[in-house]
């Protein structure tokens, strides 16, 4: 059992490291639904948030309480009322909001108080601080519903947060504003999360729903064929927001959906919808390259694009040292041109720092992905990874279920992100013919 244990860690434990260093000193805004306490997962989620907290990122922690607020009003013989998608909050329903903002503020604290032995949090100290950060307004009358008692953020106090975060401690909000009059407002847990990380510049916003994240075909069911969209650019998300009636419930598809949206649009470069349900869902989402629900991810459209016949000398120049080297096959400016719908590029100011190229197979539904390449000078930065990440849509778009890879050096590459090697035979037959036997080439896939 040391043996499989040392086998299966120290590669594991090796592909998280970079993860760990990447993420260290950022600022990630988790909001957490009232479901997701109620489901009992609160002890389970401040574990993982204290781990996080303890590689180095600063913490902004907002709790939502829905459900708590109903049961509430339901113990008082009241009626949760909604419109637009928001609580319309009258005076009863103003206490029981405190109420459960108070029992809830307590239960979060307990919870990161526990450092228990033999646990994640074995000698962790985690100060939670609290307070009033946020000024808020009245949401008013809308389509002719008043409602009442019912918020929207005004302003943040991003340097008391930012003070606070850099003393290390974990601040926690609660969906409460007060107005520079002192008059209280119940705010939605999302908008507070999203207008905090927008004010704050976050690295991250992470919503843990009772959602499992977009699926591929959003109005489709749930299965094997339809699984979660791991990576949505978001001009992608924009354009499936905008087939999507208004949400009303969170378990709309564009309830999250639409905060991710405005939170990238204002600078947030990655948000996140990820399920509650599942144990460990946030070190998954975020120390694991292939994720385990949906991101929304800021890319500037000039930097990751399809190729055009324009940049086929600057595929040439970059791909030239590594044809010399061996690395990659050579490839003549012909051939560059006749394919060049099947490649994709990263351009940084006009120059283009990577591409890659994907080669269909429907037959045998798959695609070759070749001639992947990074320039020296954007190693490191992530680009091979939003270079696979593209071509993985692109193979899904067309239907195909797998991509292979030939290479001869950088087959540790490809493994640490979900490739597996396989006999050359595997290949489909008419790559198969175009095999070099004296290459020697290793054949890995990836199913999709």
């Given at each position: 059992m040391?043996a499989?244990?040392?086998?299966?860690?120290?590669?594991?434990?090796?592909?998280?490291?970079p993860y760990i260093?990447k993420?260290r000193n950022q600022t990630?805004?988790i909001?957490?639904?009232?479901?997701?306490?109620?489901?009992g997962k609160l002890?389970?989620?401040?574990?993982?948030?204290?781990l996080?907290?303890?590689?180095g990122?600063?913490?902004?922690?907002?709790h939502?309480?829905?459900?708590?607020?109903?049961?509430q009003?339901a113990?008082?013989?009241?009626e949760?009322k909604?419109?637009h998608?928001?609580?319309i909050t009258d005076?009863v329903a103003l206490?029981c909001a405190?109420e459960a903002?108070g029992?809830?503020?307590?239960?979060?604290?307990?919870?990161?108080?526990?450092?228990?032995?033999n646990?994640?949090?074995?000698?962790?100290?985690?100060?939670?601080i609290?307070?009033n950060?946020?000024t808020?307004?009245?949401?008013?009358?809308?389509?002719?519903?008043?409602f009442?008692?019912?918020g929207l953020?005004?302003?943040?106090d991003?340097a008391?947060i930012?003070r606070?975060l850099?003393?290390?401690?974990?601040?926690?909000l609660?969906p409460?504003?007060?107005?520079p009059t002192?008059?209280a407002?119940?705010l939605?847990?999302?908008?507070v999360?999203t207008?905090v990380a927008?004010e704050?510049?976050?690295d991250?916003l992470?919503f843990?729903t009772?959602?499992?994240?977009i699926r591929?075909?959003?109005?489709?069911p749930?299965?094997e064929d339809?699984?979660?969209?791991?990576e949505?650019?978001l001009?992608?998300?924009?354009?499936?927001l905008?087939t999507l009636?208004t949400?009303q419930?969170?378990?709309?598809t564009?309830?999250?959906?639409?905060?991710?949206v405005?939170a990238c649009?204002a600078?947030v470069e990655?948000?996140?919808?990820l399920?509650?349900a599942?144990?460990g869902s946030?070190?998954?989402?975020v120390?694991?390259?292939?994720?385990?629900?949906?991101?929304?991810?800021?890319e500037?459209l000039?930097?990751?694009?399809?190729?055009t016949?324009d940049d086929v000398?600057?595929?040439?120049?970059?791909?030239?040292?590594?044809?010399?080297?061996?690395?990659l096959?050579?490839r003549?400016?012909t051939?560059?041109?006749?394919?060049?719908?099947a490649y994709?590029?990263i351009?940084?100011?006009?120059?283009i720092?990577g591409?890659a190229?994907?080669y269909?197979?429907p037959?045998?539904?798959?695609?070759e992905m070749?001639a992947v390449?990074?320039?020296?000078?954007s190693q490191?930065t992530?680009?091979?990874?939003?270079l696979?990440k593209?071509i993985?849509?692109?193979?899904r778009?067309?239907?195909?279920?797998?991509?292979f890879?030939?290479t001869?050096?950088?087959?540790h590459?490809?493994i640490?992100?979900g490739?597996?090697p396989?006999?050359?035979d595997?290949?489909?037959?008419a790559?198969?013919?175009?095999?070099n036997?004296d290459?020697?080439?290793q054949?890995l896939?990836?199913?999709?």
């Amino acid at each position: 059992m040391s043996a499989v244990f040392n086998f299966t860690f120290v590669p594991w434990f090796r592909s998280v490291a970079p993860y760990i260093h990447k993420f260290r000193n950022q600022t990630f805004v988790i909001g957490l639904t009232g479901e997701g306490i109620a489901a009992g997962k609160l002890h389970s989620i401040a574990q993982d948030l204290a781990l996080i907290q303890a590689m180095g990122v600063k913490i902004v922690l907002v709790h939502g309480f829905r459900p708590q607020v109903n049961e509430q009003l339901a113990a008082k013989g009241h009626e949760a009322k909604y419109s637009h998608g928001i609580r319309i909050t009258d005076s009863v329903a103003l206490d029981c909001a405190q109420e459960a903002a108070g029992q809830l503020r307590y239960e979060i604290e307990a919870a990161f108080s526990q450092g228990l032995p033999n646990t994640p949090m074995a000698g962790a100290t985690v100060r939670v601080i609290s307070g009033n950060f946020l000024t808020a307004r009245p949401v008013g009358i809308m389509d002719g519903v008043d409602f009442q008692h019912s918020g929207l953020v005004r302003k943040v106090d991003v340097a008391g947060i930012q003070r606070t975060l850099d003393m290390g401690a974990l601040v926690l909000l609660s969906p409460f504003g007060f107005s520079p009059t002192g008059e209280a407002f119940n705010l939605g847990m999302e908008e507070v999360a999203t207008s905090v990380a927008i004010e704050l510049r976050a690295d991250k916003l992470i919503f843990l729903t009772e959602v499992p994240g977009i699926r591929m075909q959003p109005g489709e069911p749930e299965g094997e064929d339809n699984p979660i969209d791991t990576e949505l650019p978001l001009a992608a998300a924009q354009a499936l927001l905008a087939t999507l009636p208004t949400a009303q419930n969170p378990t709309d598809t564009g309830f999250y959906l639409q905060h991710c949206v405005k939170a990238c649009k204002a600078g947030v470069e990655r948000s996140h919808i990820l399920p509650f349900a599942v144990d460990g869902s946030l070190l998954l989402e975020v120390y694991v390259h292939d994720g385990i629900g949906t991101m929304v991810i800021d890319e500037k459209l000039e930097e990751l694009r399809e190729a055009t016949i324009d940049d086929v000398g600057g595929i040439l120049q970059l791909i030239e040292p590594f044809e010399k080297d061996g690395t990659l096959v050579k490839r003549d400016r012909t051939e560059i041109e006749r394919d060049i719908a099947a490649y994709t590029i990263i351009e940084h100011d006009g120059v283009i720092f990577g591409c890659a190229a994907l080669y269909p197979y429907p037959e045998a539904k798959t695609a070759e992905m070749a001639a992947v390449t990074v320039s020296p000078q954007s190693q490191g930065t992530g680009d091979g990874e939003k270079l696979l990440k593209r071509i993985e849509q692109r193979a899904r778009a067309a239907g195909l279920e797998s991509i292979f890879v030939l290479t001869t050096r950088t087959m540790h590459w490809f493994i640490k992100r979900g490739f597996q090697p396989v006999d050359p035979d595997w290949l489909p037959d008419a790559r198969k013919r175009k095999y070099n036997w004296d290459r020697r080439s290793q054949v890995l896939v990836k199913k999709l």
